[in-house]
T-cell receptor, first 118, second 112 residues
Framework: AQTVTQSQPEMSVQEAETVTLSCTYD???????LFWYKQPPSRQMILVIR??????QNATENRFSVNFQKAAKSFSLKISDSQLGDAAMYFC???????????????FGKGTHLIIQP | EPEVTQTPSHQVTQMGQEVILRCVPI?????FYWYRQILGQKVEFLVS????????KSEIFDDQFSVERPDGSNFTLKIRSTKLEDSAMYFC??????????FGPGTRLTVT
């Protein structure tokens, strides 16, 4: 079974600064997807970014980018120019690509609470 | 942009009662999922549903849980006899089977 670990329960950053959230995972599979989801106080789960394991290029979505290190099984999220609206819980998630087809559920980490200091 | 919707937003029920949580997925999604998040904990997969049957389920999804898509639109999660430990946020999600899953806003279930 796959596991996802987020070792930072809480991170704090000054507005407009850059912050990196860490995630490591354990899997014996070679093909999979990795995601970062954001959960604001409303508790809605919002997709931030996706990375396919077969892609060497790191995914980028505006101010959000990832550092995907497949050999190290590491998948960190970098938020540039942090904004007050970025304050939320951030969850790293893993999904198998093949074993269950589209039926596989996501495996989540425990989350990192991101605080933005004005 | 279409969104996954869930009703009710908050459900309070007494222990032992049955509850039905409802979800309306995005129309082009083929796979549907239920997740649970106990307060302060991580999101946990319960079940996936495809082609009108359960595809995968976790250890959490025991006999007290059931899912169905009765009218081809709504996707429901039924908890037959609720327990205090069922109190949680329940998220419905959908997807095409590739890539990401799109989550609804969740239903907060409180069992008293």
């Amino acid at each position: 079974a796959q596991t996802v670990t987020q070792s930072q329960p809480e991170m704090s950053v000054q507005e407009a600064e850059t912050v990196t959230l860490s995630c490591t995972y354990d899997t014996s599979e070679s093909d999979y997807y990795l995601f970062w989801y954001k959960q604001p106080p409303s508790r809605q789960m919002i997709l931030v970014i996706r990375q396919e394991a077969y892609k060497q290029q790191n995914a980028t979505e505006n101010r959000f980018s990832v550092n995907f290190q497949k050999a190290a099984k590491s998948f960190s999220l970098k938020i540039s120019d942090s904004q007050l609206g970025d304050a939320a819980m951030y969850f790293c998630a893993y999904r198998s690509m093949y074993s269950g087809g589209g039926a596989d559920g996501l495996t989540f980490g425990k989350g990192t609470h991101l605080i933005i200091q004005p | 942009e279409p969104e996954v919707t869930q009703t009710p937003s908050h459900q309070v029920t007494q222990m032992g009662q049955e509850v039905i949580l409802r979800c309306v997925p995005i129309s082009n999604h083929l796979y549907f999922y239920w997740y649970r998040q106990i307060l302060g904990q991580k999101v946990e997969f319960l079940v996936s549903f495809y082609n009108n049957e359960i595809s995968e389920k976790s250890e959490i999804f025991d006999d007290q849980f059931s899912v169905e898509r009765p009218d081809g639109s709504n996707f429901t999660l039924k908890i037959r006899s609720t327990k205090l430990e069922d109190s949680a946020m329940y998220f419905c999600a959908g997807g095409t089977g590739q890539y990401e899953q799109y989550f609804g806003p969740g239903t907060r279930l409180t069992v008293t």
